[in-house]
């Protein structure tokens, strides 16, 4: 069976964040309230297939069997390194993966990847056939367009004229980035054009969802997952089933036990760690100054003695 068909409508999945979804975050979200389906950060295929990268590449597809089911997120622009990189993917046992044709790093988008893609739909095709080699449902993360929201119909279709397992629209563009509401209104007109071009494909969208009771309406549309990625920021536990309050002190034991994690996977360097801390230090009186206190921190042990003498 299909690895997506297993998931029953409403389905939800943490999103690939770079710098963010590591091994260790993951399993923070794990322990506040875990989603159906996990998610790499993203791996460019070069990196992985290179000895000089492979090292980095390894360790962003470090897993915990606790993680299951996860699904590599792997970008690039040559095909053949698509069709090796999943064929390894596959050998290590992951049940899926998951190609990258929607982030707007400039970076990324300088070298064609990424939404990149966008730009050049032959090769996003030859990608996708590529990576099926290997045997593993394939599925896509892309946005609606690269700079106008109306290239969103030619581009989903030209996807799924390839018939991947599963597609997640994040509803911006490029363009867009995150600056504008995502275009909920597409939803219906996506759902046809899905339905009609491969009806057996898995939908799922991306963009302002906070919490799956947000997206209840779009599963009656006809979308079967959900994607979410800056609510964690706002809540760890937003993927609880049934939501409720957390005291302070909940939050606080959170961050303790991602602090553990950070030393126990020797994860570094330890100031992008402090990108979190606003996450867990909110919201409560005091907040603002602990978080500027642990701003100055150099240390993980530093970071620690500030929270346990709250």
């Known amino acids: ?10 389905f939800t999945i943490l999103a690939p964040m770079e710098g963010v979804t590591d091994i260790a975050f993951r399993q923070v979200v794990a322990r506040a309230a875990r989603p159906d389906i996990f998610y790499t950060e993203f791996t460019n295929v070069n990196s992985y297939i290179s000895e000089k990268g492979r090292h980095n590449a390894l360790e962003r597809f470090r897993i915990e ?3 299951r089911p996860i699904v590599p997120q792997i970008w690039g622009t040559k095909p053949e390194m698509f069709s090796e990189t999943a064929q390894a993917l596959k050998k290590a046992g992951f049940p899926a993966v998951d190609i990258n044709m929607g982030c707007p790093d400039r970076h990324v988008v300088a070298t064609g990847g990424g939404s990149g893609l966008i730009r050049t739909p032959e090769l996003a095709k030859e990608i996708i056939r590529a990576t099926k080699q290997a045997g593993l449902p394939v599925s896509v993360k892309t946005r609606l367009g690269y700079s106008k929201v109306d290239e969103w119909h030619s581009w989903l279709a030209h996807l799924l004229q390839e018939q991947p397992s599963a597609l997640t629209v994040h509803l911006r563009t490029k363009k867009e980035m995150s600056k504008v509401a ?61 939501p409720r309050e957390h005291s302070r002190e909940e939050l606080i034991d959170l961050m303790r036990y991602h602090l553990d994690l950070y030393e126990r996977y020797q994860l570094s360097p330890y100031d992008p760690l402090k990108h979190f801390y606003k996450i867990y230090i909110n919201n409560f009186p005091g907040a603002s100054e602990i978080r500027e206190h642990l701003m100055q921190t150099k240390s993980i042990p530093e970071a620690r003695a500030i929270i346990d003498n709250l």
């Open 182 to 242: 995502a275009h909920y209104e597409l939803v219906p007109e996506i759902v046809d054009l899905k339905n009609e071009i491969s009806p057996e494909t898995t939908l799922i969208i991306n963009g302002d969802i906070e919490k799956p009771a947000d997206a209840q309406k779009f599963i009656d549309m006809g979308i079967d997952g959900i994607m979410i990625g800056r609510g964690v920021f706002h809540n760890p536990f937003c993927f609880e089933k049934t």
């Open 1 to 10: 069976m299909d690895f997506w068909k297993q998931f029953k409508p409403g």
């Open 65 to 67: 069997e606790s993680e």
